[in-house]
């Protein structure tokens, strides 16, 4: 039986944090052993608001690194940067002219991206297009990704469905694949607001290079309701709730486990269990990450995943191309 076929991708505009590990990229990594996987770093998703060119190309580097660390096997998964097929952009644009306005203009992450901004780029705007062009340009079955995703993976459906009604039965309508624990972690700061790497308070956010002592500081303090009970209660106590779901999602134990665990002590304990299963899994994963950075094996593996992502992607345009109306020469 032929495998299904996973895609997904994180954009390299940050420092990764627990919560893109916990809500994708640990998925990523199961994945792998079953399925026909392609892991890319969203190069050309991170200009979509400004970069400055240096750093851009660390944190490329740096995510494609980390996505080695965690455990994704080259020889396994194909790993590759976005920006080096050019078939996203050039699918990208097929679908922005399939795309309603309104449909953007319904996009909650552009209404939280662009709030309060003085000026706000059209590639913040037709993202959304680009994201269904990466997913429909490999026939991806399942689309490993957080909570957020899901209205970005909405619109990618029925632009699928458009096009194979418009010219013909051509892309699979791909699932969404999203934990049940650890879709949305929040931030340290607001439990209100999710876990993000462009947060410009550090303090709010674990990133997966954090230091061992940075982690055990930020989670003493991360902010917690005045009470004393470890209890998951997302409504009356949504930052313990918080805590709860990292530590399960970290740990591999239930919420009622950890809830029995720590009963009657206070958030004490309970802060320094969380910040020790914290650093026991991520402290390996830097070392990798080391090892890998100095290794220079990365540009290899790089231009290895671009060849066997550069196939498939030539094969679905030049069908989308041809069905299109294109004169192929
Ligand atoms: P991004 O950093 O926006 O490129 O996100 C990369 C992946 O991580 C996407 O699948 C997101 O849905 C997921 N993700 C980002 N932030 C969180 C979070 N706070 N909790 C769970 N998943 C997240
Ligand atoms: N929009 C996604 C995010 O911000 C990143 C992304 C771009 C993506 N293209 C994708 C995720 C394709 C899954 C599949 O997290």
């Known amino acids: 039986m032929t495998k299904l076929r996973v895609l997904s991708g994180m954009q390299p505009s940050g420092q990764p944090t627990l919560g893109n590990y916990i809500g994708a990229m640990r998925n990523y990594v199961k994945l792998q052993h079953t399925h026909d996987c392609y892991f890319m770093v969203v190069d050309l998703h991170a200009i979509t608001v400004p970069q400055d060119p240096g750093a851009l190309k660390e944190q490329t580097e740096s995510v494609a690194a980390l996505y080695l660390a965690a455990g994704i096997d080259p020889s396994q998964a194909t790993i590759f940067l976005q920006s080096s097929v050019s078939g996203h952009a050039e699918l990208g644009w097929l679908l922005t002219t399939l795309t309603y306005m309104g449909e953007l203009e319904r996009m909650t992450q ?62 699979k309508i ?42 055990r500081k930020k989670i003493s303090r991360a902010v917690t309701d005045s009470g004393r ?44 269990g969380l910040a020790e299963a914290v650093v026991a899994l991520l402290e390996p994963l830097q070392q990798k990450y080391k090892d890998i950075r100095e ?33 192929i020469l």
């Not at 930052?239 to 004490?268: C, F, H, K, P, R």
């Open 110 to 171: 552009f209404k939280d991206k662009s709030e309060g901004k003085e000026s706000v780029g059209v590639g913040l705007f037709t993202y959304p297009s680009l994201m269904a062009a990466d997913i429909l340009l490999y026939n991806a079955d399942l689309v490993p990704v957080g909570d957020d995703q899901k209205q970005h993976l909405e619109l990618t459906r029925d632009l699928a469905h458009r096009f194979n009604g418009r010219f013909g039965d051509t892309f």
């Open 174 to 215: 791909p699932q969404g694949y999203i934990p049940e624990v650890g879709a949305r972690i929040m931030s340290l700061d607001d439990a209100s607001k999710k876990m993000s790497k462009s947060n410009p308070n550090a303090g709010s956010y674990i990133a997966m290079l954090d230091a061992p002592d940075v982690i």
């Open 229 to 272: 009970e470890v209890k998951f209660d997302p409504v009356n106590k949504p930052e313990v709730s918080n805590l709860l779901s990292i530590y399960s999602a970290v740990t591999d134990q239930s919420v009622e486990e950890i809830e029995a665990m720590y009963a009657g002590q206070g958030y004490g304990p309970f802060k320094k």
């Open 295 to 327: 290794s220079g094996d990365l540009q290899r593996i790089l231009r290895e995943g671009r060849e066997k992502a550069s196939e498939q992607a030539e094969r679905t345009l030049g069908e989308v191309k041809s069905k299109m109306g294109y004169v």
